[in-house]
């Protein structure tokens, strides 16, 4: 049996200062105690209006000091609607260290919250009374059932408080263990319902709680085990109020032990094997508690992980999308001058030679392409069909017989006779189509296909939907426009030559993508990449990612090769093209099958 009860009769209060000595020699103020019980009143003020939440009642006061009148480390005061707590189970914090008031406040002191917690459940569900004249063997016994079976009752409203009744056990029970008030079978018998009937409300786990099992067992035999099992197992199911049913338990319980007792041997050193078998126990629940915070700690380290990867993508997305903005305002300049990476006018290497009419061959092929992509785009109507039981609508007969006969059947008419057909135009979605053309020194073959190949598309575009847009960059070490994302057909065909060195693919992407909305769903969208990739390691890195982007987006990537030699950038279509005068048609192809693929 418990050493203390956590529920106590009335009491009076001491005198906290009646301890204080005053100086003999001068008559100096009082030697306060390194923990004065007034620094302490704030702590269990802010307790109580905890406890309102723990325990659903309004009428409690928390006293906290060093050490309580009961002698336990907290005990429950019915009859004074009073909590006193001892101050000494938050060492080492001090007063001015503790804020219960702050939710959350509580994880820095888990064992006295636990125990706090353990008072609550008593203040909460600790509300039926012995009548007088009870045997006070009885009501023992009564009140030992009642610490696993308000922990039960505690649990059903306010499960997650499980961790901290587990410490709290740690705390209460090893005392009571260690000094008994009862010995041989009654003390056995108490253990069994302190640290069992916890096991059996779901406080403790069953593997954690063997060594105590398989002892009691052992002193207690199977059959009363069992016994003294299905007394706490009812009373667990006792009601708050019924103390009638709890003394019956509790006479049951006495019955059982002083039926068994005088059959059953008990150890010499009983004390002892059950303080190590609780110790097993307490030591075992302390070590799953340990690897539980272990593993939260390393879920919410892996949380603020990803939350912060997140972020910092976040963070660089937002970047990216700056200085692709950046890089697209000063690409598609109004004076047609090539531009340097950091933004800036290049003082020379301008690729552009100068512009020319279109030829017949290409207007035809311009025209060709508007027909196709115009027919590519096209949406049927969609219909909607819907059934109602009055007009409008087209009459169905086989539904105005089938609700005529339900009438006269006299059920409810479910039968819906009119259908009504809505027809709606699909709109016919947009084309974006952005080229990017290497003019680097190997790439002098593409030239002339590729400026026309760009009249045709920008052309071809224009005459299809006034919201398609397209845009053509050269690209090497610089990056010039040689056409612009703008609604109207160009007159000219711009011509360039391939003179150019190193590679500046990835500002290039990102100048198209922003200019053009490649990555916005909503139109065919299509990314030309003429190249025959011949990049460095960190060209390609920047290039790769970009397309990858755009991919992730449902834009299509093609890239374009002209030479056998040519390497393939990950992420793209290739399209190897031995004549160089087909690159128009593969253009044009590649556009159609994009607005077509559109949804």
Known sequence: MSAHHHVQPPATTPDDDADLARWDDDGAPPAHPRSSPHLWL??????????????????????????????????????????????????PLKPHEIHPRIVGDEERYPAAWGVFVHEAAHAAHSVWTAPAGANPRVVEAALLLEE?????????????????????????????????????????????????????????????TRAVADLCERVLGANLLATLTGIWTAAHQCADHDATTMLVHAQEWCDALDT???????????????????????DSTAATDAADLAAQAAAANAMAAQSKARAQDRAERADQRRKAAATAKSVFNARGTTVAPDGTPAPYGNPVTGTRRPTAAEQSAAARLSRALRAAAYRERTEERTTSPTPPGRLNMRAALARDAQRAAGSVPTAEPFTHTRRRNTPTPPLRVGIAVDVSGSMRAACAPVASAAWIVARAAALTDPDSLTATIAYDRHLTALTRPTHRAPERVTTFAANGGHHNLGDAIDALDHGLELSRPGAGRLLVIVTDAHYGSDETAQAVTRVKQLTTADCAVLQLTLTAKSRHLPGTTLLHLPQPSSAPAAIATAATDAIRRTR
């Open 42 to 91: 704030r702590v269990g003020a802010e307790l109580g209006d905890r406890l309102v939440a723990l325990s659903g009642r309004q009428d409690l006061l928390v006293t906290c000091r060093p050490g309580t009148r009961s002698g336990a480390p907290a005990a429950f005061f019915p009859a004074l609607g009073e909590v006193e707590f001892d101050a000494g189970l938050f060492a």
């Open 148 to 208: 696993s079976r308000v922990e039960g009752a505690h649990l059903i409203t306010r499960p997650t408080d499980r961790t901290y009744l587990r410490t709290s056990a740690r705390t209460l029970v090893m005392p009571d263990i260690a000094h008994p008030t009862l010995q041989g079978i009654e003390h056995t018998a108490a253990v069994a319902a302190l640290v069992l009937g916890r096991r059996d409300v779901g406080i403790l786990d069953a593997s954690e």
């Open 260 to 282: 068994a007792a005088p059959a059953l041997p008990v150890p010499e050193n009983l004390t002892d094997l059950l303080s190590g078998a609780v110790g097993v126990v307490l």
